[in-house]
């Protein structure tokens, strides 16, 4: 249960106040369904610019990591371990796409003939000209939204820390928001022998757990 159906099953709030709720809820899904899954992803780069940049990851002796590629504010950034790079491009471009340093290198060296050089994702995919790449595709958008919808354990504990302990009684948030901190215990206690090796105390651990916390309260 997320924490607007959370708002929706208070026993105790008036009617007209929980259908505001559901107003709310429903407005968010078909934003999410209008957004988040209709976003376009395709770049445009110029073949000249694209073969220029692409030399750093030519080197036989560089080792290669597991590969990034990101948008922002028109600028390309392909990452994998030490070596970076970045391009001018055109376009749209919604999440972060990682897949594999060999396919990485074997671009870098044979690539594409077309100009201006189309790179797009859909589906689990980036295609880059006539290539298809398998990747890992993170959406910050859909982040957002499974935490709208379904916290992860550090905005439960955010959420334990300012709610009214009353408020959590005998619900499924209540519930939930226990079990979150019991696991952040249990984790803590199990971490200590391993952190005690590196000069890291108990305490420390707590301290620093606290401050992840935190921040998801600002």
Not at 52 to 74: D, I, N, Q, S
Not at 82 to 108: K, N, Q
Not at 153 to 176: Q, Y
Request: hydrophobic share 40%; charged share 25%.
């Amino acid at each position: 249960m997320g924490l607007l159906e959370y708002g929706l099953r208070r026993r105790d709030r008036p009617e007209a106040e929980r259908k505001t709720f559901q107003s709310i809820l429903g407005d968010i899904r078909r934003w999410l369904s209008k957004n988040l899954y209709m976003q376009s992803n395709l770049l445009q780069i110029s073949l000249p610019d694209f073969k220029h940049v692409m030399k750093p990851f030519t080197a036989k002796r560089r080792k290669l990591c597991r590969v990034l590629l990101t948008y922002e504010r028109g600028l390309l950034t392909i990452e994998s371990g030490e070596a970076s790079t970045i391009m001018r491009a055109e376009g749209e471009w919604h999440g972060r796409a990682y897949f594999s340093p060999e396919v990485l290198r074997a671009i870098a060296l044979y690539p594409p003939a077309t100009d201006p050089v189309v790179i797009s994702y859909a589906e689990g995919h980036v295609m880059l000209a006539t290539m298809t790449i398998s990747c890992e595709w993170v959406n910050p958008a859909d982040e957002l939204a499974r935490a709208i919808l379904d916290p992860d354990i550090l905005d439960l504990l955010a959420l334990g820390r300012t709610m009214p302990r009353a408020e959590g009684i005998g619900t499924g948030l209540g519930r939930k928001i226990s079990s979150a901190q019991q696991k952040a215990v249990r984790c803590i206690a199990s971490a200590k022998k391993d952190l005690s090796k590196l000069g890291v105390t108990q305490q420390k651990a707590i301290t620093l757990a606290g401050g992840k916390v935190s921040t998801r309260m600002t």
